[in-house]
Nanobody, 124 residues
Framework: QLQLEESGGGLVQPGGSVRLSCAAS????????VGWFRQVPGKEREGVSG??????STHYADYVKGRFTISRDNEKVSLEVNSLKPEDTAVYSC???????????????????WGKGPQVPVSS
């Protein structure tokens, strides 16, 4: 099981921005499919964004398109979140898939390693 260390998050005002990062030790992240998910207490986890193992394919949920950007380098995967809305309030978790997932996906079944997630409360 990979050790994932997440950073970022914290209280943000509506319209604000935050950058979330997730570092994994022991692997070269730029060879793996990666994703970000979010969850609100009492609700199902939902996919936010994914990137395929080659980096050529990305996917965004309709409700974050144009506002969120996923990126990845050898050491970490990041999620830049802009124009935040109160309904974006959630715990955001990174997830690491396999090197064989070329097509980006937000299907949680494709991911075997999960971070615990920073909270991102959006409130004035």
């Amino acid at each position: 099981q990979l050790q994932l260390e997440e950073s970022g998050g914290g209280l943000v005002q509506p319209g604000g921005s935050v950058r979330l990062s997730c570092a994994a030790s022991g692997i070269a992240l730029d060879a793996y499919a990666v994703g970000w998910f979010r969850q609100v207490p009492g609700k199902e986890r939902e996919g936010v964004s994914g990137m395929g193992s080659t980096g050529a394919s990305t996917h965004y949920a309709d409700y974050v398109k144009g506002r969120f950007t996923i990126s990845r380098d050898n050491e970490k995967v990041s999620l830049e979140v802009n124009s935040l809305k109160p309904e974006d309030t959630a715990v955001y978790s990174c997830a690491i898939g396999s090197i064989w997932i070329v097509q980006a996906t937000c299907n949680p079944r494709e991911y075997a390693n999960w971070g615990k997630g920073p909270q991102v409360p959006v409130s004035s």
